[in-house]
């Protein structure tokens, strides 16, 4: 299974302040249609993960620009520009290249 | 919009079996991939398959197999996930999201395994 390695576990960032998480995937994850399934999720507290960002880096609808994502082969990034109160919870890069579908272990953004 | 409303929490003795469901709307089931996924605190998230509501084709995780099988009612456009021979490993809140991209996601819902 591919190995997905998320740093840093957690971090504390003040609001305004800019976040940035990192995931490495243990084999690349560019798939046989030249396309790469990395996507990042937010689970906020009690709730259900939600898709942000998918294919490295386009945004689902309604995720404001303060997130960006980038990187390719195996090593990717998620970016807030600007933290806001509603950021907080654990993020994840999920990849969806190869079988099975494997989860980084999160990133649990506080707000300071 | 699209929805997925899951079951209800669940208490099951150790060596029972419970069915999970995940009822849809707001988008053409028939033509979707429905995925179940497991959540344990730690926090970690497991996927354990998906299937395919036009002709239930399933691709499992291998370490489900046998745990876990999946199922789809194309009328009422929901998706079932059975589990077998509960243990206190198999104690976890369950997902279910659309498609293989994991677009949307249902509320989760918790097992408990307990006698």
């Known amino acids: 299974d591919v190995v997905m390695t998320q740093t840093p576990v957690s971090l504390s960032v003040a609001i305004g302040q800019p976040a940035s998480i990192s995931c490495k995937s243990s084999?690349?994850?560019?798939?046989?249609?030249?396309?790469?399934?990395l996507n990042w999720l937010l689970q906020r507290p009690g709730q259900s993960p939600k898709r942000l960002i998918y294919l490295v880096s386009k945004l689902d609808s309604g995720i404001p620009d303060r997130f960006s994502g980038s990187g390719s082969e195996t090593d990717f990034t998620l970016k807030i520009s600007r933290v806001e109160a509603d950021d907080l919870g654990v993020y994840y890069c999920l990849q969806g290249t190869h079988f099975p579908l494997t989860f980084g272990s999160g990133t649990k953004l506080e707000i300071k | 919009q699209v929805k997925l409303l899951q079951s209800g929490a669940e208490l099951v003795k150790p060596g029972a079996s419970v069915k999970l469901s995940c009822k849809t709307s707001g988008f053409t089931f028939s033509t979707s991939y429905m995925s179940w996924l497991k959540q344990v605190p730690g926090p970690s998230i497991e996927w354990i398959g998906w299937i395919y509501a036009g002709d239930g084709g399933t691709n499992y995780n291998q370490k489900f197999k046998g745990k876990a099988t999946l199922t789809v009612d194309k009328s009422s456009s929901t998706a079932y996930m059975d589990l077998s021979s509960l243990t206190s490993e198999d104690a976890a809140v369950y997902f279910c999201?659309?498609?293989?991209?994991?677009?949307?996601w249902g509320q989760g819902v918790m097992v408990t395994v307990s006698s």
């Open positions: 084999q690349s994850l560019v798939g046989t249609s030249g396309k790469t399934y």
């Open positions: 999201a659309r498609g293989r991209v994991l677009d949307y």
